[in-house]
């Protein structure tokens, strides 16, 4: 078990993460790039440090990155010197896209540390005001790997989500992720903006406001985040999210012109389509019961192998690190048909 992580950035999601480790009994030193958070920080039992040269000689088994993207590669140039007399640290990241970060990580050096990672969690407000350990809470996270990564590694990684953290995970390659965070989370942000956009646009936007209940605030809950943070984190997925934006405008146009032309037929349709979604959601809600069973992770192949079973809508809970076998412990989880 992973005993002591280091963690760059102590905004809404470093600072939530550090917070929760350490109710949880795990050592934690941090660095953030203002000092402002650290006297609540070390009141909260989070040892701080002044620079990432004292955070890398704590000798930290994980260091987790959850600084901003745009600043990654002045940190990992800070970084990859000293990681050099410290090989034995593994390091990853909470970033949302992964390609990017896995760009900017080869072309530090630091390929051979690395395994990427992206917590399913956050909310709409930012820094470490806002840090809340149960922003973790039943939070599935996704680990990314590429035929380079070290088993090692992944499975310090994969201890710290399920052990030391407490969450589930998937494992995927970067670009299943890229592509899956655009569908779920960069494109709906784009789309919520655009909402928010249209009611300020709208002369009679004071009666329309007065009249928002809980359909409107649910559709624009995350338009109420930082705008620059959004931005920074659509622009950084900007291909997939460009691509997704085109689909969905083509489908609003569509029932548009349906709703002109009083197309019944296609009107029925559209709004039939998501059916299945709507019976996984009912049986998400219903608390499906899940089926847990033990997977055998082989020596080779083993990052195909785990993909393949998050295609499945299998979650790991635990890997198993005792015996001669590797293996993990895996939860069937509700899936559309």
Known sequence: MVSNIGIIGLGLIGGSLARRLVDRGVNVVAWNHRPHPYAQAEADGIRCVPSLAQLVAAEPDIIVLCNPLKAMPAILGALQPLLDAHPDI?????????????????????????????????????????????????????????????????????????GAIGNRLIVVDDDSHDKAAAMISHMPHAVSTALINELVANP?????????????????????????????????????????????????????DHLHDGNERAIGEFFAAGDPFRAYKAAVNAGAEASRHTMLIPEHGWQQALLESARRGEAIIALNAAGSERTATVVQQPAMR
């Open 204 to 256: 009679d936007r004071n009666i329309a406001a007065a009249l928002a209940a809980g359909s409107w605030r649910d559709m624009t809950r995350v338009a109420l985040t930082d705008p620059e943070r959004t931005r920074a984190m659509i622009e950084e997925d900007a291909v997939n999210v460009e691509e997704l934006l085109r689909h969905m405008a083509a489908r609003l146009t569509d029932i548009a």
């Open 90 to 162: 593994t390091l990853t990241d909470v970033g949302s896209v992964k390609g990017m970060v896995r760009q900017q990580i080869e072309e530090a050096g630091l390929s051979e540390q690395y395994v990427g990672a992206h917590p399913m969690a956050g909310n709409e407000h930012s820094g470490w005001q806002a840090a809340d350990p149960h922003l973790y809470d039943g939070a599935l996270w996704a680990i990314t790997v590429d035929e380079r990564t070290d088993y090692v590694r992944f499975a310090a990684v994969a201890q710290l989500i399920c």
